[in-house]
């Protein structure tokens, strides 16, 4: 298991711990600003939003370069069902190769997938994830053309309504197992996975597959299931168990700091955020 | 698989379902009016709350027999460990058996076990759940000596942190066997697992052990996670296939409908509540 107590390069920002998505929050740093300060502290890499890149993707790559920080990755690829996806397949299909190509002019090897959830008109998960099947499969060539790796990102079972049909790592192997494209694997979030008693066993029959790591913290009295995220260290997740795991599975790459946390982080100095983040990645992760 | 559309004395009511724990809501209805409102619909069964209960136990028992309806269990024990679970196991043993006390006394056959969340000191569930497997333990040969059933329930994965440990069939069975009492089994809840594609494997591997079988329905866009549960129907769950399994591994006791929505449905007039219960049931359960 790594060490981080002093070498920090493994450490990334995920820029949603910033609070860019809410009006005012992280004081409105634009993507320059944060991949400064991340440089500064000794981070070795940052993850954006495509709300974030716009039209600018060569400008900030070029710049995170120079910061000698790595674009680890880009969040996300458009809902691929549910009640919050684009409404045909094609609309689906379209946005989903725009996000390729955007990850692929950011220079980032990993898009992450979120897949959205019960498509309308069916019950369960079982033919929602069978349309996620055959959506990412008719991505994964296109990404491969492109450098990019697709990462199925399971998220808890609270969004299997809405967000993710796909709630488990198991499920999101099985998803692997059936497309068997070489550029698709699975994203880990402890947010999303902590409580799974099953999750040894899934990240071991991962292995090479795990495209990223993601850290937060599971609140115990978590107030708001979308924005109330907690730091590393605040809440009951085992985080230095999970990440034991994930490595003896074989993954050596970023752990990605992800937190969405309207009423606490996002109200503070993106410094601050920044620095605790540093203080709590050598220590509790 | 049964059919409901004519013959629904399977159905039971948790009067949870009736806003019991909201001021004002349910319209203030006692025990006893809610046992005959079931009563004159056809309700097979109802499902009660120890504050309901009090020390009017043998009262309430004996107005139901007398109304032919079925007391069919009691909600629940004390949360066993977690934040909000009695201080000492001492003080958490003694609710455990006082619990068991009133199901006796009220007759009710099965008694639910939620289980609490994360123990404080510790991350992850693993020690939580081996605490729960210790009292669950200890308290089974009580129930077991007054012919009460124990139905460990397993949360949805939100309640991780605070009040559930237990988040999946597979963990309940496992403490199940590591246990091993006749007297011990699961209760099974769409709220809870309707997300679960290794449902159907763990409902085959229960068999007789399911205890319970709760109605209501998860809204995609589920606002509350504690108080917004929907009406049967109104949601995204796959009530009939889950049933299938359910009663495929040999269960045909109660179906109770547990419905907490203090935005909508603890809003309306009870009479209104049940008799929707009883259309839905006829015809999406």
Redesign the interface.
């Known amino acids: 298991m790594r060490d981080f107590s002093h070498d920090i390069s493994a450490l990334a920002l995920n820029t949603a711990t910033l609070g860019h998505n809410v009006e005012g929050a992280g004081a409105g740093w634009s993507p320059e600003r944060i991949i400064d300060a991340c440089a500064e502290r000794g981070y070795g890499g940052i993850v954006f939003w495509r709300r974030e890149i716009g039209t600018n993707a060569a400008r900030i790559a070029a710049h995170a370069r120079a910061a000698g920080l790595t674009v680890a990755g880009l969040c996300r690829t458009p809902f691929l069902v549910?009640?919050l996806a684009p409404q045909s397949r094609q609309a689906v299909m379209d946005d989903f190769h725009a996000s390729i190509d955007m990850a692929a002019e950011l220079g980032a090897p990993v898009l992450t997938i979120v897949t959205g959830?019960?498509e309308p008109g069916?019950?369960?998960?079982?033919e929602s994830?069978r349309l996620v099947t055959d959506r990412v499969a008719g991505a994964a060539p296109y990404a491969a053309a492109r450098g990019v790796k697709l990462a199925l990102e399971p998220l808890?079972?609270?969004y299997?309504?809405?967000r993710s049909?796909l709630?488990?790592l198991?499920?999101a192997l099985?998803i692997c197992d059936t497309i068997g494209a070489p550029n698709l694997g699975v994203a880990v979030d402890v947010y999303h996975v902590?409580?799974?008693?099953?999750l040894p066993r899934q990240l071991a029959r991962a292995g090479e597959r795990i495209l990223g790591y993601h850290l937060c913290d599971?609140?115990?009295?978590?107030t708001d299931?979308l924005l109330d995220r907690g730091m590393m260290g605040d809440?009951?997740?085992?985080?230095k168990?999970?990440r034991s795991a994930v490595e003896a599975a074989g993954y050596n790459g970023f752990c990605e700091v992800e937190i969405f946390s309207a009423g606490n982080w996002w109200k503070r100095d993106p410094a601050e955020v920044l620095d605790t983040i540093v203080t709590r990645f050598r220590s509790v992760c």
């Open positions: 549910g009640p959830g019960v069916t019950r369960g998960v079982v994830l808890n079972p609270v299997g309504g809405n049909c709630t488990t198991r499920d099985d902590w409580w799974d008693t099953d599971w609140l115990a009295e978590t299931v809440g009951v997740a085992d985080l168990t999970i």
